[in-house]
């Protein structure tokens, strides 16, 4: 069974393009959404479109939405603080979910928060050049770090430079981009290749601010650093005065309440968050890390500001995220992972039953499926074919109600329940199969 | 291959993929408007790759949905 028509849902498309800039308020399209789903209701995983379709929500508003829709306890400690206090610049909101991070998470000895990625991470570079006095900083192929002019898109054409540049035809470049910012800040190396990284610290170590990394490369796939990488990134970064940041944008919180670090053991001096540490229904980021560089805040050397830095809603809501997730040791994200670990087992052997080859690799929770027999080991190996095949997969099970985030990322939430996977298991079949004629066609 | 060339193949194999003249596709009209799906749009943005001999990555497609913007994504890509 395929969904329904779309027809009010396109009606309103169509509206809303008149006065919004391509119908939608960001430039990333997901791939299934060749037009925007328009959602009107959720609870728990589902959500239902204009049309009276329903989805299992595997999308989670690109991994932010972690407890799942209308959640009870969520919705009910929001609702309170509105009733309290809504817009001032300080509350007595703020101390519970700040040491509940600190708890929790290895470099969070201190915590600003802000409200974007994006944002967070400029003023962890900001704070990084400022305690080292030096200007660049180290990025990697394929990983994402939000859409500054600084640190999106580019590639490096000359090995031996590594230095980002523009190129004509580049989908994550942007037009109107500062002249020369990439290049005249940064560079940028392949990762998990730890003699290219070697070979790099040895020529430019000394020179470096900082190194930014998703510690799953969450945006190419779903890569997990190779055994010692990022120990060995961690030590080159203590070798060479370089500050190491840590982009757990979409890890920290999804792999627990320690984030990717606690779980692999590698403590950053700086960390950005975001997404998932607000529950998914308020926006809320954060900077986190070692006092001796977060005093430079304090100290008013360098600035960061932003209106509605910790606002009440979002600090209320950090803090019931926070409360839910890590009560009886982590109970609901372990049940989230196990359930999520049956989700993947499920799509694995409709695949194989539909005779399309199919791995998931990465952690519970950040996982991504590809449709190829062995796991990728960089972020490079995700090539055209692949990507096409996956973009196939992920539109199939779109048509048949499973709304994944892109390119083929699984984002459960705390309240997938033995229910949806049943729903998946029935809705992943067909999917599967027509997706494996849909491939079979093309290559 | 200048952006009009590209123009010309991609509207051509558009044509081909849903059973129609080059001269009836509008090169304004987004894939969907044109009846052309995702899987079917990729199948000739497959096609398109191999033809030009470049690498395109598939996302873009999802970037840049008319014929016009594709050709000229890809004449820049080219240059």
Known sequence: ?443 | MDEEQIKAVLTKLIADEIGTAPGEIDEQASFMRLGVSSVQALKIVNRLRKELDMDINPVALFEFKTIEDISGYLAEAFD
């Open chain 1, 1 to 443: 069974m395929t969904l329904t028509a779309q027809t009010a849902n396109l009606r309103y498309h169509e509206r809303l393009k008149r006065v919004l800039p391509g119908g939608v308020h960001y430039n990333f399209n997901m791939p299934w959404e060749e037009v925007p789903l328009h959602f009107v209701d959720g609870k728990g995983s589902r959500l239902t479109d204009m049309d009276g379709n329903e989805y299992l929500d595997l999308y989670a508003r690109f991994g932010a939405m972690i407890l799942g829709h209308a959640h009870e306890e969520y919705l009910d400690a929001l609702q309170e603080a509105m009733g309290r206090v809504l817009c001032v610049s300080h509350c007595d909101f703020d101390a519970d979910p700040l040491e509940l991070m600190n708890a929790h998470i290895p470099s969070a000895e201190m915590i600003r928060f802000g409200l974007s990625g994006t944002e967070i991470l400029q003023t962890a570079l900001r704070l990084a050049r400022a305690h080292t006095k030096r200007n660049r900083f180290l990025r990697f192929e394929n990983h994402y770090h939000g859409n500054a002019d600084n640190i999106m898109g580019g590639r490096v054409t000359d090995r031996r430079h590594p230095v980002p540049v523009d190129f004509r035809g580049d989908y994550k470049g942007t037009a109107g981009r500062a002249a020369n910012v990439m290049a005249d800040q940064s560079y940028m190396l392949p990762w998990n290749d730890v003699e290219r990284l070697e070979d790099f610290f040895r020529e430019h170590g000394e020179t470096l601010a900082c190194a930014v990394t998703e510690p799953v490369c969450v945006n190419g796939g779903s890569i997990e650093a190779a055994p010692g990488y990022l120990e060995r990134l961690r030590e080159l970064c203590t070798e060479y005065g370089t500050v190491l940041i840590f982009d757990e944008m979409i890890t920290g919180v999804r792999m627990g309440v320690g984030g990717a670090q606690k779980r692999l053991g590698v403590t950053p001096d700086l960390t950005t968050f975001g997404k998932a540490i607000g529950g998914g229904g308020v926006p809320v980021s954060a900077l986190v890390g070692k006092r001796e560089i977060m005093a430079l805040l304090e100290s008013k050397k360098v600035v960061h500001a932003g209106t509605y830095n910790g606002y009440p809603l979002g600090s209320a809501a950090v803090k019931a995220t926070f409360e839910i997730l890590s009560r009886d040791d982590e109970a609901v994200l372990h049940a989230m992972h196990r359930r999520a670990a049956e989700l993947q087992s499920i799509l694995v052997a409709e695949a194989a039953a539909a005779g399309l080859p199919l791995i998931v690799q990465g952690p519970p929770g950040v996982a991504s499926f590809h449709c190829t027999d062995t796991p990728l080991e960089h972020p490079g190996q995700y090539d055209f074919d692949l990507m096409s095949k996956d973009i196939i997969v992920a539109t199939a099970l779109q048509r048949h109600g499973v709304l994944i985030s892109s390119i083929s990322r699984i984002y459960p939430n705390a309240q997938l329940s033995d229910l949806d996977l049943e729903y998946f298991q029935v809705h992943a079949r067909k999917a599967l199969g027509e997706a494996e004629r849909s491939i079979a066609e093309i290559f």
